[in-house]
């Protein structure tokens, strides 16, 4: 029961730590990656998730190899290949368009739609 309790009292001291941090500056690459996991972390813990609190101590270890141009490095390479993937899909469009199949084209624009929201979340994470 004391572990219990110390070990949410930690999850506690990490999540204000974390918002402090949040108040004063956002954190960027690799520290918003590490409060963010703090903050899933103590949230698994209070609610008495082991398994996924388990799974969140692992990726808290590992970000803390973390090495932010690696990181950027990584999220540059997710928003080219997701840009690459929206040239395809707009490609697809076009000919799905000059072949006339209406159903095809629905299909070809939901794709389209899908990859436009794949640049969009890239983006959202190359600027964390």
Known sequence: MIKRNLVLAAGVVAL???????????????????????????????????????????A?????????KALLAEREKKLRNATDKVNEREAELQEEVRQGD???????????????KEVTAAKAELER
């Open 60 to 68: 808290l270890r590992a970000a803390e190899k973390c090495d932010d």
């Open 102 to 116: 209406a159903k095809d084209i629905a299909k070809a624009r939901r794709k389209l739609a899908e990859a436009q």
């Open 16 to 58: 204000f730590c974390t918002q402090l941090a949040l108040a004063n500056e956002p954190l960027k690459g690799c520290a918003a990656k590490v409060a963010n996991i703090q903050s899933e972390l103590a949230t698994a813990k209070s609610k008495g998730q082991t398994r996924k609190a388990r799974g969140l101590e692992d």
